[in-house]
T-cell receptor, first 113, second 115 residues
Framework: DAGITQSPRHKVTETGTPVTLRCHQT?????MYWYRQDPGHGLRLIHY???????DKGEVSDGYSVSRSKTEDFLLTLESATSSQTSVYFC????????????FGPGTRLTVL | AQKVTQAQTEISVVEKEDVTLDCVYE???????LFWYKQPPSGELVFLIR??????QNEISGRYSWNFQKSTSSFNFTITASQVVDSAVYFC????????????FGGGTRLMVKP
């Protein structure tokens, strides 16, 4: 199994509060991704990173920001959480190419009340 | 734009039955990559297989087999002699060099294997 951890695994927060989710990898992979999974929508890409300090937007990036200051860590921040951001968030990693196989972390279940 | 369609939202079978999960994809690229992932009730996403567009050989791994047909843009997944532990949601996914670093997922098929 790829060495990917996510923290926290579960979080309940209130509307308007900032939230940061962390993804940590021990594989030294170049690419890291954040997805959200919602019923009826499958998995959708929020943001991704192709190197330290190199990030780009995905399909559903509004309301989210990311940072990658080290190869092993990729942070997802909800500046002001809304109920529509209640979801399961998955981090994924892949190797030197964006078409390499993506391996997923265990997921974080976020509930915004 | 790329698209992956898994028309079967839910399938229910009895243990030991064979079952095929359908995946149809759309892409304008000639070089692309197809994947299957499994999401068991515990929630994690488990990688099952990757197939390149230039390799149409079918793949067999134990009770699992995959049928890739470029002519029909399909990448179907068959489980032979299904078991209760096969109960999960299965996702088909697609990417290519021109996909903007995106992996496009189908909506998933929920497979329920009853004892």
């Amino acid at each position: 199994d790829a060495g990917i951890t996510q923290s926290p695994r579960h979080k309940v927060t209130e509307t308007g509060t900032p939230v940061t989710l962390r993804c940590h990898q021990t594989e030294n992979h170049r690419y890291m991704y954040w997805y959200r999974q919602d019923p009826g929508h499958g998995l959708r890409l929020i943001h991704y990173s192709y190197g330290v300090k190199d990030t780009d937007k995905g399909e559903v990036s509004d309301g989210y920001s990311v940072s990658r200051s080290k190869t092993e860590d990729f942070l997802l921040t909800l500046e002001s959480a809304t109920s529509s951001q209640t979801s399961v968030y998955f981090c994924a990693i892949s190797g030197e190419s964006a078409t390499d196989t993506q391996y997923f972390g265990p997921g974080t279940r976020l509930t915004v009340l | 734009a790329q698209k992956v369609t898994q028309a079967q939202t839910e399938i229910s079978v009895v243990e030991k039955e064979d079952v095929t999960l359908d995946c149809v994809y759309e892409t304008r690229d000639t070089t692309y990559y197809l994947f299957w992932y499994k999401q068991p009730p515990s929630g994690e996403l488990v990688f099952l297989i990757r197939r390149n567009s230039f390799d149409e050989q079918n793949e067999i791994s134990g009770r699992y087999s995959w049928n890739f047909q470029k002519s029909t843009s399909s990448f179907n997944f068959t489980i032979t002699a299904s078991q209760v532990v096969d109960s999960a949601v299965y996702f088909c996914a697609l990417t290519s060099n021109n996909a903007g670093n995106m992996l496009t997922f189908g909506g998933g098929t929920r497979l329920m294997v009853k004892p």
